[in-house]
């Protein structure tokens, strides 16, 4: 499974942008997608993920401001990020897990500036 995420850039504080991933490869195998992301000198965290039922989870401190979605034709998932926050840059990355292995894309940075 590869995954190639895009869509990142700047944005002022209060916009909003979508970034998008999309797998390829052995996409029949994959069961859930989702994003974390990593700030500067923080670790990496859970964002939203969906999986393939449709079922979605979002970090707790994003409900209501993120979204994320899925385009099953275009085997791709997006994040549509509302109302951002300078504390919302990171590196955004993709993942994809399947029965046996996870995968992650290479990241996109959003950068918020306040």
């Known amino acids: 499974v590869q995954l190639q995420a895009s869509g990142g850039g700047l944005v002022q504080a209060g916009g909003s942008l979508r970034i998008s991933c999309a797998a390829s490869g052995s996409i029949f195998s994959i069961n859930r997608m989702g994003w974390y992301r990593q700030a500067p000198g923080k670790q990496r965290e859970l964002v939203a993920t969906?999986?393939?039922?449709?079922?979605?989870n979002y970090a707790d401190s994003l409900k209501g401001r993120f979204t994320i979605s899925r385009d099953n034709a275009k085997n791709t998932v997006y994040l549509q990020m509302n109302s951002l926050k300078a504390e919302d840059t990171a590196v955004y990355y993709c993942?994809?897990?399947?029965?046996?292995?996870?995968?992650w894309g290479q990241g996109t940075l959003v950068t918020v500036s306040s």
């Open positions: 969906i999986t393939n039922g449709g079922w979605i």
């Open positions: 993942h994809a897990v399947t029965t046996f292995y996870d995968y």
